[in-house]
């Protein structure tokens, strides 16, 4: 009987390079949510041994995420998602501050959770939601945001720390530096940088996001800085600020992820910044007709996006797929619809096409040097199947 070939070779692993606002769970995390999961499972409301076991908890893993972030524990509040910290943050402020005005000002390029937040809380008050406008990289205009920040009527600020679409850091000392003379609080969006790139201390309300930084998902982070004016417009619970609670081994899980993150993040920040830059200059270099968009150098160290021309965004996201290759598209806090991204809309980039990456710190050399191999004929048969050809 004839022995049979195994010449054959194994199938690649898929390469996930959609690590933005979901990473993989990191080793220690992962640890720390299995021992809470048996120490912390609680209620940690309950008086009973078992509840005040799981407060400590609790209580431990929200020390220990202030410390990372340079905050007081008092000052810090766990939520069950982003979205719903920055919602919260959003509706609270401006219910407490509602007799300064009913006006919120925001970057352009926001999230798509704060604009939501802010047109929900400006339409009830009979305000406006006044947007400052970015330039071709995605950065505010610091000028035209402290003269909206100045104007009479407005209750918050809001600026994200850096874009988690294309990466681009924002002016948020100098937006600071405009918002306290007017005595207006500034919301900063750390959701796509904590972890990654160190925050500083340029901002009055501060929202994290755990699942980015290597965390587990269903939880958010809200840090409100002592003398923010805050008052809920829902109804009351014991837990003041997200009403319900959230689960002790996931807060302990993330607070381990942060611990961990912010330790090595420096290490990571350079080998992916590294790779972000082959990754912008080969996709230029081999794919005709296309937009690699953001700060080539004032920008996070793990985010790239590009937009190709004549390519639907959902058509390349599942080509590359099919071939191994896990990638964003659309806007980076909308992409479930793969509609086209207001953030590149607003800086005036190509939308069609778009391609996001957000490299986590398992990424290798040899993932990226696969998917710019991979990359090329993924989008010219695309475009083949539209007719576009010859470019």
Same mark, same amino acid.
Do not use: K
């Given at each position: 009987?004839r022995?049979v ?7 690649r ?5 959609? *690590?933005?606002g979901?990473a993989?769970? &990191?080793?220690?995390?992962?640890e #720390? /949510?299995? $021992? %809470?999961?048996d ?7 309950r008086?009973?041994?078992e509840g005040?076991r ?9 020390e220990?995420?202030a ?7 008092d ?14 943050a959003v509706?609270s ?5 509602r007799?300064?005005?009913?006006d919120?000002?925001?970057g ?9 937040a802010?047109d929900f ?11 400052v406008g970015?330039?071709?990289?995605g950065?505010?205009?610091?000028e035209a945001?402290?003269e ?5 009527g ?6 994200q720390h *850096? ?5 681009? &850091?924002?002016?948020?000392?100098q #937006? /600071?530096? $405009? %918002?306290?003379?007017?005595g207006v609080?500034?919301?900063?969006d750390?959701g796509a940088?904590?972890?990654h ?5 340029a ?14 998902g269903?939880?958010?982070v809200?840090v409100?800085?002592a003398?923010?004016?805050?008052a809920p ?7 003041r600020?997200?009403p319900?609670?959230?689960s002790v081994?996931?807060?302990l899980?993330?607070a381990?992820?942060?611990?961990h993150?912010?330790?090595t993040?420096?290490?990571?920040a ?6 972000v830059d082959?990754?912008?200059s080969?996709?230029a270099?081999?794919?005709?007709a ?6 080539p150098?004032q920008?996070?160290?793990?985010v ?11 058509a390349?996201v599942?080509e ?9 598209s659309g ?15 607003a800086?005036g980039a190509?939308?069609?096409?778009n391609v996001r990456?957000?490299?986590h710190?398992?990424?290798?050399e040899?993932d990226v040097?696969a ?9 010219a048969?695309v475009?083949?199947l ?5 470019l």
């Amino acid at each position: 009987m004839r022995g049979v070939s195994s010449s054959t070779s194994a199938p690649r692993p898929r390469v996930v390079l959609d *690590a933005g606002g979901r990473a993989p769970l &990191l080793p220690a995390a992962r640890e #720390a /949510l299995v $021992a %809470a999961l048996d120490e912390g499972w609680a209620d940690p409301r309950r008086l009973h041994a078992e509840g005040r076991r799981a407060r400590l908890l609790l209580d431990g893993a929200r020390e220990a995420i202030a410390g990372a972030l340079g905050a007081r524990t008092d000052d810090v509040d766990l939520a069950p998602s982003l979205t719903a910290a920055l919602h919260g943050a959003v509706r609270s402020i401006a219910h407490g501050r509602r007799r300064s005005g009913p006006d919120v000002v925001v970057g352009a390029v926001e999230r798509a959770a704060v604009l939501h937040a802010a047109d929900f809380v400006t339409d009830r008050a009979g305000g406006r939601r006044v947007t400052v406008g970015v330039d071709g990289t995605g950065r505010v205009d610091p000028e035209a945001f402290a003269e909206a920040v100045a104007a009479p009527g407005v209750a918050l600020a809001a600026l994200q720390h *850096a874009n988690g679409e294309v990466g681009t &850091l924002q002016p948020v000392e100098q #937006a /600071l530096g $405009a %918002a306290r003379p007017a005595g207006v609080p500034l919301l900063v969006d750390a959701g796509a940088s904590v972890g990654h790139v160190g925050v500083g201390d340029a901002w009055d309300v501060l929202a994290a996001d755990p699942g980015d930084w290597g965390g587990p998902g269903g939880l958010g982070v809200l840090v409100t800085r002592a003398g923010v004016r805050r008052a809920p417009d829902w109804p009351q619970d014991d837990d003041r600020w997200f009403p319900g609670g959230v689960s002790v081994p996931l807060a302990l899980a993330a607070a381990v992820a942060l611990q961990h993150a912010v330790a090595t993040a420096e290490r990571h920040a350079v080998r992916l910044h590294g790779l972000v830059d082959l990754v912008r200059s080969e996709v230029a270099a081999r794919v005709p007709a296309v937009d690699v968009v953001g700060d080539p150098v004032q920008r996070l160290p793990h985010v790239v996006t590009f937009s190709c021309l004549y390519v639907d965004g959902e058509a390349i996201v599942t080509e590359l797929d099919r071939r191994g290759f896990a990638v964003g598209s659309g806007s980076a806090c909308t992409s479930s619809t793969l509609e086209p991204s207001h953030v590149l809309a607003a800086m005036g980039a190509l939308t069609q096409g778009n391609v996001r990456l957000a490299l986590h710190p398992g990424t290798s050399e040899a993932d990226v040097h696969a998917f710019l191999d991979a990359l090329p004929s993924a989008v010219a048969d695309v475009r083949a199947l539209l007719g576009v050809t010859g470019l």
